[in-house]
């Protein structure tokens, strides 16, 4: 089941830019398992083929997980507000190129 969850993780972040690498994957085949009955689905591998094809489900997830700010679409409307990142992690080293690309600090 971690590589299901690795799985998910991958297509959140390429979606929908998200890091959720953090996040306990017993926390998220919780959401995962609680968006499934809705949908009448019944393996995580078809959720994930679901979320692949429906971005608006990947929103649903991430409603679920309980990240429902998309008050920044681009760079530049990040300012003024905190961005939390793990110090040493990808999400740090990419949050730091658009930072930069961005001339934004």
């Known amino acids: 089941m971690i590589l299901i969850i690795e799985e ?6 390429c ?14 085949l919780g959401k995962i398992k609680s968006r499934m ?5 019944k393996t995580a591998r078809n959720y ?3 979320l692949q094809q429906d971005p608006i489900e990947a929103d649903c997830l991430l409603e679920r997980i ?10 530049i409307d990040r300012n003024g507000k905190k961005i939390g990142v793990t110090i040493g992690s990808n999400g740090e080293y ?5 930072l930069t690309l ?3 600090s």
């Open 37 to 41: 009955p809705a949908l009448q689905i």
């Open 48 to 50: 994930l083929k679901k």
């Open 15 to 28: 979606q929908k830019g998200v890091d959720l690498s953090v996040y306990a994957g017993d926390f998220l």
């Open 102 to 104: 961005n001339s934004l």
């Open 8 to 13: 998910f993780i991958k297509e959140l972040a």
């Open 94 to 98: 990419f949050l730091d190129m658009v």
């Open 66 to 75: 309980g990240i429902n700010d998309r008050s920044i679409e681009k760079p």
